[in-house]
């Protein structure tokens, strides 16, 4: 639920994503060799179509506003909204492997299971990352110079 919730930023929608992986999960228990990498890329997977459905719900009603907030000074909420904003444009840019990579990785994730998650080999998960994060602070420091 954590990766879930990090990727959409939404814990209703992480709570729904993990409710349905875990569906999937009971349906196909049978065929299934390695639970933990199912489950985490069924997950992901569930995670980019609900953004992908946001993105579309959201430019057919741009009035409506569904960001949460709690009670904390305005200008925490500018930095935290420009920080997340900021992470999630880099992120957009990056190959989706790279960006998966990161993702996996910053939720806690070991190399060997990000390899089952993602397919690439497990020698060469360090490397990816290690490249994806020079990209992301290349970008980053791009973004925020300009």
Not at 42 to 53: D, F, G, M, P, Q
Not at 57 to 73: A, Q, T, W, Y
């Amino acid at each position: 639920m954590r990766h879930a919730s990090y990727l959409t930023g939404s814990t209703a929608a992480a709570e729904d994503i993990a409710q349905e992986t875990f569906i999937r999960l009971y349906n196909h228990c049978e065929t299934i060799e390695n639970v933990g990498a199912w489950l985490s890329r069924v997950a992901s997977n569930l995670a980019y179509n609900y953004i992908r459905n946001e993105r579309a719900r959201i430019k057919k009603l741009p009035e409506i506003d569904n960001k949460e907030h709690n009670v904390i000074s305005l200008e925490d909420i500018v930095v935290r909204d420009y920080e997340i904003r900021t992470t999630r444009k880099i992120l957009e840019r990056l190959s989706s492997r790279d960006r998966m990579c990161l993702l996996l990785k910053f939720s806690g994730y070991k190399y060997n299971e990000i390899s089952e998650i993602t397919g690439i080999e497990k020698n060469s998960v360090g490397k990816i990352l290690s490249r994806a994060q020079e990209k992301f602070k290349k970008i980053y420091l791009r973004e925020v110079h300009d």
